[in-house]
């Protein structure tokens, strides 16, 4: 049984800002937290933001990953009653499921990108899981280069942003990615749960997204959680936030989707 090496931990991209809201990013298979790059410049004025950061060989179950992201964000926040926003991405979305459901009273706000609850729904996504293991080590990472145009939009993505990604493939062990599959295979979370889920929701949904389904994920999520609304980002991929045209903030700010403190805090900052 695969150990967990207990190093998760949170990286502040920008100074910390304990006036603000805090805004959690949970990153996809990569676990390296640093894929939300793009988006930090516009978010950063009205955030205090954290990244999660998985260690490339941490190959932990989905109960430890969800019990040491709750010590990290009630670590944040304590004394500090602010607002949270979690915000998960693919492998990040199902994480930021569980830890709502695990901990609903740490959370305001749930942002879910492309989540990959809807890995059970693609059956060759499924299939060409169970076949990373049995590659060649020599392989793999020319199957990681080969996944570039099924996970990105790759002509919608800034050349530093596509090294990026690659580089953030890359430093995946094989070994691990092939746990990690096995995490999102294995993820289940009922429509009795989701609609349990009470915190204003946005899911975000790719409408070119190549890897996974996640355009009927998106329907299938905003159809069940009670308070949810979807952003369809027609031509995007899968790895959308690294797209030089997605604004996460300006999607947050346009759907209303900001806690009254954090608008208070956006207009002080606009002036």
């Known amino acids: 049984m695969p150990t967990a090496n207990n190093k998760v931990r949170f990286l502040s991209p920008k100074p910390p800002k304990s006036d603000r809201p805090l805004f959690v990013f949970l990153p996809g298979m990569d676990g390296g937290g640093l894929l939300l790059r793009s988006q930090i410049p516009k978010l950063a004025p009205h955030f205090d933001i954290r990244c999660l950061a998985i260690p490339a060989d941490d190959m932990a179950s989905w109960e430890v990953l969800v019990k040491e992201t709750i010590a990290l964000i009630e670590a944040e926040k304590k004394g500090n009653q602010r607002p949270v ?31 990959a609850s809807s890995f059970r729904q693609q059956p060759w996504v ?8 049995w590659l060649p080590a020599n392989l ?7 996944l570039l145009p099924i996970l990105a939009s790759l002509g919608k993505i800034g050349r530093d942003e596509r090294r990026a990604l690659l ?24 429509e009795n749960q989701l609609r349990a889920i009470e915190q204003p929701t946005l899911v975000i949904a790719s409408g070119a ?22 952003v369809m980002l027609a031509n995007s ?35």
Request: glycine content about 6%; charged content about 15%.
């Open 85 to 115: 926003y979690l915000c998960g991405e693919s492998f990040g979305g199902c994480l930021a499921i569980k830890v709502v459901l695990e901990a609903p009273q740490l959370c305001d706000r749930l942002i879910l990108v492309n989540p």
């Open 126 to 133: 499924q299939w060409g899981s169970h076949l990373t293991q």
């Open 140 to 146: 793999y990472p020319l199957s990681v280069i080969g």
């Open 167 to 190: 580089e953030a493939m890359q430093a995946v062990p094989q070994h691990t990615s092939v746990w990690r599959l096995a995490l999102v295979r294995s993820f289940n979370v009922d």
């Open 209 to 230: 997204d190549r890897l996974l389904p996640s355009m009927a994920e998106g329907k299938l999520l905003v159809k069940v959680i009670p308070n949810a609304e979807m």
């Open 237 to 271: 991929g899968h790895a959308c936030l690294l797209e030089t045209d997605v604004d996460l903030y300006a999607i947050i700010q346009g759907r209303n989707f900001l806690a009254e403190s954090t608008e208070n805090l956006s207009l002080v900052s606009s002036h």
